[in-house]
């Protein structure tokens, strides 16, 4: 398999970091079935370079010994292939008891003894692995982030419009199972859905409550664009649980890259737990694979592809905007602004328009009136095309 030309800008970076002579570990982080581990192996050919690929992603766990045996595997690879030296791949390496001590010292071991092995973690716990190989080897860690897949990646690999885009969503896996609706369903829930939340969640983090865990999300995806407090969750959850167990919920799923909680903008600073969460699901294919309307039938529900639109937006922004930026939204009594971004002290503020909301923007007023900002963008009706915005990087949206 090939990485499409679409995602070859990622490759590009990866390919040039692996050519520079300074070693410096790689983390290519993203949530599952966006590419990554077609990106190492396209770019480890491309170089023609000795490597070693060893993943932990099994049902069991494996230990630091397990790591430390697939280290001397790579060892051995840049022993053998001299000055050129050898690439160890270790994916999902987070799954691994101690990963993180053990990769700092065999790590600092190489570097001691002038060995010529690159090594490259991938992981689909993006907070995760950034987190904790950050924290262990500060500075000496490179991200490279691979997000789901954008519309115009979807468009040119499988030529889809802009309306499959929005139901379908950013997840290649299963496109090819279309037109038949049922196979696709499936495809997301199980191939990506319940392997994400089994291997990157259940696996790795102690929860009490997995079945409420489940329950959480589909509520969120149900909800999705859409803020709501965590007392009004539990009434529409079943199962004991409070506010501080859906918070920790919340952060799990957003580690993963499935769902996230928009913080609300209170000017200088921002309002955490003391706000009400506005629920994102960050690839709309978690929307609607659990939904039972079809492609035809969501078209036709206002409600339906009103949320889908106004979740494609904010998860584009989510997905694409980098480090750095924050994504919030505003909402005093009943007016309210889709998504503030805040980056270097600008702020540009992000209204969606959709058949589902009345086009008068009196969130927008209100908010440029209690705070400074620098831009305003109005995405939908007679304002900018939703397809010309998911067409654009949302960096475009931060500069002056």
């Not at 396209?42 to 023609?48: H, S, V």
């Amino acid at each position: 398999m090939t990485l499409p030309t679409f995602r070859r800008p990622i490759l590009k970076v990866f390919l040039q970091r692996l050519r520079e002579p300074r070693r410096a570990l790689q983390a290519v982080v993203g949530p599952r079935q966006t590419g990554k581990t077609v990106l190492v192996r396209q770019a480890i050919g491309e170089l023609n370079i000795s490597h070693h690929y060893a993943s932990a992603d099994e049902p069991s766990l494996r230990d630091s010994s397990w790591l430390a045996a697939q280290w001397e595997v790579g060892r051995m690879r840049a022993k053998d292939a001299g000055r050129a030296g050898a690439v160890l791949v270790l994916d999902e390496a987070q799954k691994v008891e101690r990963w993180e001590e053990t990769i700092k010292r065999l790590w600092d071991e190489d570097t001691a003894s002038g060995a010529a092995l690159k090594v490259v973690v991938l992981g689909s716990a993006p907070a995760l692995v950034q987190g904790c190989l950050q924290d262990q080897l500060p500075g000496r860690v490179e991200v490279l982030r691979a997000p789901h897949w954008t519309y115009p990646e979807m468009r040119a690999a499988f030529g889809w419009n802009l309306e499959q885009y929005l139901f379908f969503g950013g997840y290649p896996g299963g496109a090819d199972l279309l037109p038949d609706e049922e196979r696709w369903r499936r495809a997301v829930l199980d191939g990506l859905l319940e392997t994400a939340l089994a291997r990157d969640i259940l696996l790795q983090v102690r929860v009490d409550k997995p079945a409420l865990l489940r329950q959480f999300f589909r509520l969120g995806c149900e909800r999705s664009a859409e803020v709501l407090s965590y007392q009004k969750m539990l009434g529409r959850l079943t199962g004991a649980g409070n506010t501080v167990t859906l918070a920790h919920y919340l952060d799990l799923l957003s580690g993963i890259g499935l769902m996230t909680g928009l913080q609300k903008h209170a000017g200088a600073r921002v309002k955490k737990r003391g706000s009400s969460p506005k629920l994102l699901a960050l690839n709309t294919a978690l929307m609607t694979s659990a939904s039972e309307l079809s492609f035809s039938a969501a078209r036709e529900n206002r409600e339906v592809w009103g949320r889908l639109v106004e979740s494609a937006v904010g998860a584009h922004l989510v997905n694409g905007l980098p480090d750095g930026v924050s994504v919030l939204y505003w909402r005093e009594a009943n007016r309210e602004v889709d998504y503030i971004l805040k980056h270097k002290g600008r702020v540009t503020a992000v209204e969606v328009v959709t058949a589902r909301r009345r086009e008068t923007l009196p969130g927008m007023a209100a908010f440029s009136a209690e705070f400074h900002v620098h831009k305003r963008l109005v995405v939908g009706g007679a304002a900018l095309p939703l397809e010309d915005f998911l067409s654009s990087p949302p960096e475009r949206w931060l500069t002056p």
